[in-house]
Every structure is written in structure tokens, then in C-alpha cells.
């Protein structure tokens, strides 16, 4: 059973930094894709960061220049980097991984970590 498992979110002031983490477990299959999603009150669940099992990064427009997304394969954990915080940036985040099982492509989902940025 593939688990991704999220850490790192809580409360940050505007300006401040925040680094979550993506902790990937039980997979046997490659990894097509793996990033960060985010969702706020209200708003359609979006995407922040991925990276492809090839290494390139995609960043949302909102977020490039200010998150970082990074990966330690030795670790099988993906990293987010968030600096200069906004209070926009206030969601609910999730890992995201596309396993590529041979046949299909399977994704899974972390349950979240809360990152809110107070102004």
C-alpha cells in the first residue's frame, strides 16, 4: 500500500518561511510525477509544485520565485520550500504522486498538512 505521508505546515507570519515534506512509502512502481497541491476555504483544489519522474520541475504561476520544490530519492521524500509567505498562501496542502505501474498510472494522496500565513 503506497503511503505519502505530509509534514512541516503551521502558522507562519507574512515574509516568514515554511518547509513541508512528503514522506513516500510501500511503492514498488516508478514514479510518473510527484508534487504539492494546495487547497483553500471555499476555492478548487490547485497545483503548487511536481516534478517529473525525469527530474523537471512546474511551478504555478503564484508561486514561482518564492517556493522551491526538491527531491531526495536516497530518502523517497519531496521537499517544498516556501519562502516569502503570503496570506494567500493560507490552504490546506497535499502530496501528490503518479506511480507508473506498467499498465496504468496510479495516483495517490497524502491527507494534508494546514499551512496558514497570518498578516
Known amino acids: 500500500q503506497v503511503q505519502l505521508v505530509e509534514s512541516g505546515g503551521g502558522l507562519v507570519q507574512a515574509g516568514g518561511s515554511l518547509r513541508l515534506s512528503c514522506a513516500v512509502s510501500?511503492?514498488?512502481?516508478?514514479?510518473?510525477?510527484i508534487g504539492w497541491h494546495r487547497q483553500a476555504p471555499g476555492k478548487q483544489r490547485e497545483l503548487v509544485a511536481d516534478?517529473?519522474?525525469?527530474?523537471?520541475?512546474n511551478y504555478a504561476d503564484s508561486v514561482k520565485g518564492r517556493f522551491t520544490i526538491s527531491r531526495d530519492n536516497a530518502k523517497n521524500t519531496v521537499y517544498l520550500q516556501m519562502n516569502s509567505l503570503k496570506p494567500e498562501d493560507t490552504a490546506v496542502y497535499y502530496c501528490?504522486?503518479?506511480?507508473?505501474?506498467?499498465?496504468?498510472?496510479?495516483?495517490?494522496w497524502g491527507q494534508g498538512t494546514q499551512v496558514t500565513v497570518s498578516s
Open positions: 516534478i517529473s519522474g525525469g527530474g523537471k520541475l
Open positions: 510501500g511503492s514498488t512502481f516508478s514514479i510518473n510525477r
Open positions: 501528490n504522486g503518479v506511480f507508473n505501474s506498467g499498465i496504468s498510472l496510479i495516483a495517490y
